[in-house]
C-alpha cells in the first residue's frame, strides 16, 4: 500500500486521468441505474401500493388489463372474499379549467373492497361518491388542487379532486382512483360488465369460469414496455462495466510494462514479487474506490439539481450491487499484467 500511494502521488497526472475515467463510469453507471429504477418504480408504484399477490384476467385478454373485460354473470361465480378486489382500468386525459391536460390511468374500484382501504391518502379524504376522485400527488407539480373540476376524455361529466395520494403510478402515468360506475362510463361499457380485473392480496387466490390467474410478478413483466425497459437499461449497465474494466486493465498494463525496469530492480534487490503484486492490485483498489467516491457526488449533485418530473431512484441493494460489481472490474483489470510482473527477469530488463 505504501508502494502504491507513493507512485500515485509522484504521477498525480497520470493517475488523475485513470480516476478522471472511472469517475465518468461510475457516473454513468450510477445515473443509469437510479433511472432504470426509477423508470421501473413509476410503472408499479401504484400495484405496489396495493400490497397484492395475484390477479385474475379474462383468458382472451393476453395478460393485458386493459384488454380484459369480466361480465357479471363470470363474477358471480367467484368466491369474492374481504382478500379480492374488483378493478377497472381506462387510459384518460384529465383537464381541469386553467391547467395543462394531463395523461392518466383511471383506476375504477369498489369502497368495499381492499384497494380502496389500503391506498395511503396524503391530503384530503377517499373518494365518497361517484363524481369524486383521488389523484396522484403530480397532479399538484402541474397546478392542481383539492375542490378542482377536472373532466375525464370528451366526457361532459366533471369530477372533483377530493383527495391526493402519494407514488401512485402505473405505466409511467398517474393515476386517477374513482368508482367501477365512473370506469364504466369511461370505458364505454354497460352493467353487464363488473370490471377488468379481480385483485387478490390471498398467495392461494385462484379463479376459474374462464378467468386466467396470474401471481403479481407475471402480471408486471407483462405491463407493456416494462420488460424490454429493464432488459436494456441491464444491458448498458453491463457493457459500460466491462468497458471500465478493459480500460482499467489497458491502463494498468501500458503502466506495467512502462515500469517494467523498476520492477526489474526491485526484484534484484530482493523485494518480492507479490508484494509488487500486491501494490498493483492496491493502486487499482485505491483508482477505482476514489472514482466511486466522486461518481457518487457527482450523482448526488445531479439528483439534487434534476426537476422532479425526472424518474431518478435508488435502491440500497441495487447501489450496493452495482458499486460490488465496479471494483470487480477494477481488480480483475489489476489482475490481467500481473503475469508480466512475476515472469519479469532482472537481468534481461536491466542488461537489455
Not at 7 to 21: F, S
Not at 90 to 100: D, L
Not at 289 to 299: D, K, N, R, S
Amino acid at each position: 500500500m505504501f508502494l502504491a500511494l507513493k507512485e500515485i502521488r509522484h504521477e498525480k497526472l497520470r493517475y488523475g486521468l485513470i480516476i478522471g475515467m472511472i469517475v465518468l463510469v461510475t457516473y454513468l453507471v450510477f445515473v443509469l441505474s437510479g433511472l432504470a429504477y426509477g423508470l421501473a418504480q413509476q410503472n408499479t408504484q401504484a400495484i405496489s401500493s396495493w400490497d397484492a399477490s395475484r390477479v385474475a384476467l379474462d383468458k382472451d385478454a393476453n395478460d393485458s388489463l386493459s384488454q380484459s373485460l369480466i361480465t357479471s354473470t363470470t363474477a358471480k361465480k367467484v368466491n369474492m372474499t374481504s382478500h379480492e378486489a374488483y378493478l377497472g382500468q381506462a387510459g384518460v386525459v384529465a383537464k381541469a379549467k386553467g391547467q395543462a391536460k394531463l395523461s392518466a390511468q383511471f383506476l375504477g374500484i369498489s369502497r368495499d373492497q381492499f384497494i380502496y382501504k389500503t391506498v395511503k391518502v396524503t391530503s384530503g379524504h377517499k373518494p365518497l361518491k361517484a363524481n369524486q376522485i383521488m389523484v396522484d400527488d403530480s397532479f399538484k407539480d402541474n397546478g392542481y388542487a383539492l375542490g378542482d373540476k377536472v373532466t375525464l376524455n370528451s366526457t361532459s361529466a366533471k369530477y372533483t379532486i377530493v383527495g391526493f395520494t402519494h407514488n401512485a403510478k402505473m405505466s409511467v402515468a398517474p393515476v386517477v382512483y374513482g368508482s367501477l360506475g365512473t370506469w364504466r362510463t369511461l370505458s364505454h361499457v354497460t352493467s353487464d360488465y363488473k370490471a377488468n380485473g379481480i385483485v387478490s392480496n390471498d398467495a392461494n387466490f385462484s379463479a376459474n369460469h374462464g378467468l386466467g390467474t396470474l401471481s403479481m410478478s407475471q402480471f408486471i413483466n407483462k405491463l407493456p414496455g416494462y420488460s424490454a425497459q429493464n432488459t436494456t437499461f441491464t444491458f448498458m449497465i453491463a457493457f459500460l462495466m466491462i468497458i471500465a474494466m478493459v480500460v482499467i486493465a489497458v491502463f494498468l498494463y501500458i503502466l506495467t510494462m512502462q515500469k517494467l525496469p523498476n520492477y526489474a530492480v526491485l526484484r534484484a534487490q530482493g523485494i518480492p514479487a507479490k508484494v509488487l503484486v500486491t501494490t498493483t492490485i492496491s493502486q487499482a483498489l485505491l483508482l477505482v474506490v476514489g472514482g466511486l467516491v466522486i461518481g457518487a457526488a457527482l450523482t448526488l449533485a445531479t439528483v439534487l439539481a434534476l426537476p422532479a418530473g425526472v424518474p431518478m431512484s435508488f435502491n440500497l441493494p441495487l447501489l450496493g450491487g452495482v458499486t460490488a460489481g465496479i471494483l470487480l472490474t477494477g481488480v480483475i483489470g489489476a489482475l490481467i499484467p500481473v503475469k508480466i510482473i512475476l515472469n519479469v527477469d532482472p537481468v534481461s530488463v536491466i542488461g537489455g
